[in-house]
């Protein structure tokens, strides 16, 4: 589990029971893209934890609702009107925005500049290499 009933309450300040909180932790780990075994990180789990106590806190008053269908009130072809009704989206804004704070969801780095053809193959060696060591393949 992301969090626990007592850290929900804590950082969110609504209380749940296991079965919302486990509803809630489903829908971050969906929103992620991660399920919680693959999930190492020590501060991916921090995020994970805050966005599952909001989208707790988001599920507070009917935890069942997020799992219905938006309800559309009216659409029209010309100028392409489209009016939604009041049922909310599935995920809460504020676990959204921990979500997007995760490692593998933020920014890459990317360089620029001449490529050296000499130390690209000699890194490419050390990872061969230490995937060889690490499986037991042989050259």
């Known amino acids: 589990m992301f969090a626990t009933v007592e850290e929900v309450a804590d950082i969110a300040g609504v209380s749940v029971d296991n079965t919302t909180l486990l509803k809630a932790q489903g829908i971050i780990e969906t929103a992620s893209g991660r399920p919680e ?4 990180d020590a501060t991916d789990l921090i995020w994970l934890k ?4 909001y989208q707790c806190a988001y599920m507070e008053d009917d ?3 997020v799992f219905e ?3 559309l009130e009216r659409v029209e072809q010309g100028d392409a009107i489209l009016v ?3 049922k909310q989206a599935y995920l809460s804004p504020i676990a959204q925005k921990s979500i997007g704070n995760l490692s593998w969801r933020r920014s890459r780095k990317i360089s620029f500049g001449a490529f050296d053809y000499r130390r690209e193959l000699k890194r490419q060696n050390r990872e061969t290499m230490k995937m060889r060591d690490k499986w037991g393949w042989f050259a």
């Open 69 to 71: 269908q938006p309800n």
């Open 37 to 40: 075994e693959l999930v190492t």
């Open 84 to 86: 939604m009704g009041d």
């Open 63 to 65: 935890p069942t609702s």
């Open 50 to 53: 805050k966005a599952t106590a």
